[in-house]
């Protein structure tokens, strides 16, 4: 049973560019969040996408947008990138009837130069 | 929004060694999990306890809801058990768990 999965690893990004994070959820689950956590912190919940359609958003701004696909993949679109998006981005996957039992991927992490 | 406290923020033990790790709420708990992250940055689901106890292997957890607080406890400790653990419980209303700032564990051989 394969658990979830993200990618890339790792990535170097400089200022202003843009970046895509992907994510695929654990096998049989519907629902697929994204958090930041940056060094020190627990993660952040930036949004959550649902039958393609985010269902809900955290504290993040426009630049962080998403998608999901019909086989319930994700990603994670960040524009016009600054420093302190440098972070660790993880993606977690659950069944919408059980969102608060949530499985994390092995995450991305994000360095802006 | 619920604000979530973990304590201590760093511990340091000898292999074998027990401890214990809390988590206090602001808000009334539900649906809280315990995860482990590993030094590679991976978050390891430990346990969904809402309320009551729960045991596995090593490492058991109980929820006091009512008074807002949870408990991590390990025992006989590896340094496989070495990481960041977090505590996190949804938003009221929402599916979306608040993380505490977590507990950083080192355990030396």
């Known amino acids: 049973d394969a658990g979830v999965t993200q990618s890339p690893t790792h990535l170097i990004k400089t200022r202003g560019q843009q970046v895509t994070l992907r994510c695929s959820p654990k096998?049989?689950?519907?629902?697929v969040s994204w958090y930041q956590q940056a060094l020190g912190q627990g993660p952040q919940f930036i949004f959550q996408?649902?039958?393609?359609?985010?269902?809900q958003r955290g504290n993040f701004p426009d630049r962080f947008s998403g998608h999901q696909f019909p086989n319930y993949s994700s990603e994670l679109n960040v524009n016009a990138l600054l420093l302190g998006d440098s972070a660790l981005y993880l993606c977690?996957?659950?069944?919408?009837?059980?969102?608060?039992?949530?499985?994390f991927g092995p995450g991305t992490r994000l360095t802006v130069t | 929004g619920i604000q979530v406290e973990q304590s201590p923020p760093d511990l340091i033990l000898q292999e074998g060694a027990n401890s214990t790790l809390r988590c206090n709420f602001s808000d009334s708990v539900n649906n809280l999990q315990w995860f482990h992250q590993n030094p590679w940055g991976q978050l390891i689901n430990l346990f969904y306890?809402?309320?009551g106890t729960k045991q596995n292997g090593r490492l058991s957890a109980t929820t006091v809801a009512t008074e807002r607080y949870s408990l991590l406890y390990i025992s006989s400790s590896q340094t496989t058990d070495s990481g960041v653990y977090f505590c996190?419980?949804?938003?009221?209303?929402?599916?979306?768990?608040?993380f505490g700032r977590g507990t950083s564990l080192i355990v030396h051989p």
């Open positions: 096998s049989g689950h519907d629902t």
């Open positions: 996408y649902y039958e393609e359609e985010e269902r």
């Open positions: 996190a419980s949804p938003r009221g209303g929402s599916y979306i768990p608040t």
């Open positions: 977690a996957s659950s069944l919408l009837t059980s969102s608060y039992e949530q499985y």
């Open positions: 306890i809402p309320s």
